[in-house]
């Protein structure tokens, strides 16, 4: 029976999709829920995985190909993969002893793999197939170029120290490499731009002396850990949680415009920017305001993994009344966060690092952060953004506020 292999349905804020990825072609088998092709959105990467066991028999769409919620992308004969596998387990052992003839590997070939062939004029002999019953997959074909042009790479440089030649740069060589940017990338530059565009961006700065969380998560960390399950206390709950309790009083910095209105959110919905290797992504924590300390640091942690790994829904990174970016842990000391529209407020935080500071008359070392909010003018006053930004500072110096909501 053939089934019709779709893409998700995309939520209204996602237009349409591109084919990143094809991990299986035509003619290849695949086994229920099997990762067949990856689609990627301005938002994330989502996975299609194979309805039932199987063979594709029909791709609809190519790598690169933009396509619409729900469109066809493949078709597969359900069990036929059960019944196509014996005879090719056959043919593997037949070609092996021969040594010299590549019939017996060319009949493991899908028509994906068998086209990569053609195109570079490879033996299909000289490849160990890892599909089911020895089959030769477009993976196995594209791990043998890698493996193939890598030794040539070689020669080059053997060559130089025999031939003398003038260099140009210190490696001798001016290579350039282009690619085409990404969706997501791309997404995420064009918001970017939006931000500093659109909106009457403004940022303001203050410093927050970090000793009394770091003696309270000094002094509990390991109690926390064994009470909550291995979840781990860090600095991002504190200040999602300060975060929280700030917005409580200064309602313009979690609301948004929304062209001639102004949106008034009664909930705090927090976005935590997490870097990944396709861009910055920003999750959601949801009713964040209603989670204790430990909901938020294991919640963060779980969004950060899947952020990592590809495995972010369009659900988690929807919303947000405001946003948390912690460039710190990259060692950055100040910078000046952008904005993440609608959102009329971020704040971002920094590297803690020893400063000599006065107190009391006296010149003492406290370990201190940069701290920077940068918000929408047009919506928020100077005033209001400098108050927020103190009350998060108090709320972080004196920790036992955010319980006390003082």
Not at 323 to 343: A, D, E, K, R, Y
Not at 389 to 399: Q, R, Y
């Amino acid at each position: 029976m053939a089934i019709e292999i779709k893409a998700p349905a995309f939520p209204e804020s996602v237009a349409d999709g591109e084919i990143a990825t094809w991990h299986k072609g035509e003619g290849d088998a695949v086994s229920r829920d099997e990762l067949i092709v990856e689609i990627e959105t301005d938002k994330v990467v989502m996975e299609v995985l194979a309805p039932e066991d199987g063979v594709i028999t029909k791709i609809h769409a190519q790598e690169g190909d933009v396509i619409q919620s729900e469109q066809v992308l493949a078709t597969l004969e359900q069990g036929a993969a059960a019944d196509s596998a014996p005879a090719k387990t056959e043919a593997a052992p037949a070609a092996a002893p021969a040594g010299k003839s590549d019939s017996g590997a060319a009949d493991l070939l899908g028509p994906a793999a068998r086209q990569l062939l053609e195109e570079h004029k490879l033996d299909p002999s000289r490849i160990t197939g890892t599909g089911k019953g020895g089959r030769i997959t477009k993976e196995d074909i594209l791990e043998h170029l890698k493996t193939r042009d890598a030794k040539p790479a070689q020669a080059p440089a053997a060559a130089a120290a025999s031939i003398p030649a003038v260099p140009v740069g210190p490696s001798g060589e001016r290579v350039e490499k282009r690619v085409p940017m990404t969706r997501m990338r791309a997404r995420i530059a064009e918001r970017l731009l939006e931000a500093t565009q659109q909106t009457a961006m403004l940022t303001t700065f203050n410093e927050v002396n970090m000793a009394p969380v770091m003696a309270l998560r000094s002094k509990y960390k390991e109690q926390f850990e064994k009470v909550h399950n291995g979840t781990r206390l860090g600095f991002m709950g504190f200040f999602v949680k300060a975060a929280c309790e700030a917005l409580k009083r200064f309602p313009a910095v979690n609301a948004s415009i929304d062209g001639s209105d102004v949106v008034y959110h009664g909930y705090q919905d927090i976005g935590v920017a997490v870097s990944t290797e396709n861009g910055l992504v920003v999750p959601v924590l949801r009713d964040a305001d209603f989670m204790s300390l430990a909901d938020v640091e294991a919640a963060i942690r779980d969004l950060g993994i899947r952020a990592k790994e590809n495995k972010l829904t369009i659900e988690d990174m929807t919303g947000g009344t405001f946003t948390v970016t912690n460039g710190g842990v990259f060692g950055s000391l100040q910078s000046t966060p952008i904005l993440n529209p609608p959102q009329t407020g971020i704040l971002g935080m920094h590297k803690i690092q020893d400063r000599p500071m006065a107190v009391n008359g006296q010149v003492v070392i406290l370990p201190m952060m940069n701290l920077a909010l940068s918000y929408d003018h047009r919506l928020i006053d100077g005033k209001t953004a400098v108050q927020f930004l103190v009350a998060i500072k108090d709320l972080i110096e004196d920790p036992a506020r955010i319980l006390l909501q003082l």
